[in-house]
T-cell receptor, first 115, second 112 residues
Framework: GAVVSQHPSWVICKSGTSVKIECRSL??????MFWYRQFPKQSLMLMAT?????????EQGVEKDKFLINHASLTLSTLTVTSAHPEDSSFYIC???????????FGPGTRLTVT | QKEVEQDPGPLSVPEGAIVSLNCTYS??????FMWYRQYSRKGPELLMY????GNKEDGRFTAQVDKSSKYISLFIRDSQPSDSATYLC????????????FGDGTTLTVKP
């Protein structure tokens, strides 16, 4: 149980284009989902907290107009990287917290490469 | 100063050794404590989840929380090469209480 999927697992896009990453909780409902990015051999960096049916809360220094988050249902949150640039290349990981609980379950991550 | 401090390592041990991974924290309001394992290029996997002080055992893994010292540990017995990964501690104030605060992770290598 408690499986979180991400799609795609790997994407290459050209500079200036937008990329959408999906995060799904497969066997539980998640009122809250989190989006992280991770550079090689570095720690997780929380980008934003996504609550179903409301606007996401972004961490300091994260551009909300560049990283669009939508949490339209209790099992799906999406992150759209708009006008991507090479410096946005990173490993993006989502996690989902069970509704009414405290455990976070992570997705397998999405590797984004912007050329 | 970070809220959660974790020695980044790297830590290298021979197969079969007992491994001790530790985190310290400054926020006395933390009540829930987690350990995650992350293999290279994968998402973190929840290993242990504990509430308040005390010990919790699951197979070869034991999580220990000492709230009076603001110190948590993860022990791995009979370590295996497959335990080679980065281990992240995390903690939160309470259920449904927002985001967890993560340590930076300790990289462990178990040599056969």
């Amino acid at each position: 149980g408690a499986v979180v999927s991400q799609h795609p697992s790997w994407v290459i896009c050209k500079s200036g284009t937008s990329v959408k990453i999906e995060c799904r909780s497969l066997d539980f409902q998640a009122t809250t989902m989190f989006w992280y990015r991770q550079f090689p051999k570095q720690s997780l960096m929380l980008m934003a907290t996504s609550n179903e049916g409301s606007k996401a809360t972004y961490e300091q220094g994260v551009e909300k107009d560049k990283f669009l988050i939508n949490h339209a249902s209790l099992t799906l949150s999406t992150l759209t990287v708009t006008s991507a640039h090479p410096e946005d290349s990173s490993f993006y990981i989502c996690s989902a917290r069970e509704s009414g609980g405290n455990k976070q379950y992570f997705g397998p991550g999405t590797r984004l490469t912007v050329t | 100063q970070k809220e959660v401090e974790q020695d980044p390592g790297p830590l290298s041990v021979p197969e079969g050794a007992i491994v001790s991974l530790n985190c310290t924290y400054s926020n006395s309001a933390f009540q829930y404590f987690m350990w995650y394992r992350q293999y290279s290029r994968k998402g973190p996997e929840l290993l242990m989840y504990t509430y308040s002080s005390g010990n919790k055992e699951d197979g070869r893994f034991t999580a220990q929380v000492d709230k009076s010292s603001k110190y948590i540990s993860l022990f791995i017995r009979d370590s295996q090469p497959s335990d080679s990964a980065t281990y992240l501690c995390a903690m939160s104030v309470g259920a449904n209480a927002g985001k967890s605060t993560f340590g930076d992770g300790t990289t462990l290598t178990v040599k056969p």
